[in-house]
C-alpha cells in the first residue's frame, strides 16, 4: 500500500535552484548529507534515475520522490544477506 503525502515533489531543475538560493553547491549539499557529489550530480542531470542505493537516498533528500531513506548498515545487511 502505498502511503500519500501532500508534499510536493520537485524537479530537478526545481532541486538546483533551490540549493542556488540556500548558496549551497551540488559538492557540498552532498558532503552534507554523507552522499558521493557525483551521484547528485548524475541525478539532478538526469543521468541517474534515483532508483535505489545512494540515488535513492539522494533523490528523496532532495525532494525528487517519497520514500524512506535506508541507512548504510541497513543497505550493507541487506547486501550480505
Same mark, same amino acid.
Given at each position: 500500500?502505498?502511503?500519500?503525502?501532500?508534499?510536493?515533489?520537485?524537479?530537478? &531543475?526545481?532541486?538546483?535552484?533551490?540549493?542556488?538560493?540556500?548558496?549551497?553547491?551540488?559538492?557540498?549539499? *552532498? =558532503?552534507?548529507? #554523507? !552522499?558521493?557529489?557525483?551521484?547528485?550530480? &548524475?541525478?539532478?542531470?538526469?543521468?541517474?534515475?534515483?532508483?535505489?542505493?545512494?540515488?535513492?537516498?539522494? *533523490? =528523496?533528500?532532495? #525532494? !525528487?520522490?517519497?520514500?524512506?531513506?535506508?541507512?548504510?548498515?541497513?543497505?550493507?545487511?541487506?547486501?550480505?544477506?
Amino acid at each position: 500500500m502505498v502511503k500519500k503525502t501532500s508534499k510536493q515533489l520537485l524537479t530537478p &531543475d526545481e532541486a538546483r535552484a533551490k540549493l542556488d538560493e540556500q548558496g549551497l553547491s551540488i559538492a557540498r549539499w *552532498a =558532503v552534507q548529507h #554523507g !552522499l558521493n557529489p557525483n551521484t547528485v550530480s &548524475d541525478l539532478l542531470n538526469g543521468r541517474k534515475k534515483g532508483v535505489r542505493g545512494e540515488s535513492h537516498n539522494a *533523490a =528523496v533528500l532532495l #525532494g !525528487l520522490k517519497h520514500g524512506k531513506i535506508a541507512n548504510r548498515q541497513q543497505t550493507a545487511t541487506a547486501m550480505n544477506a
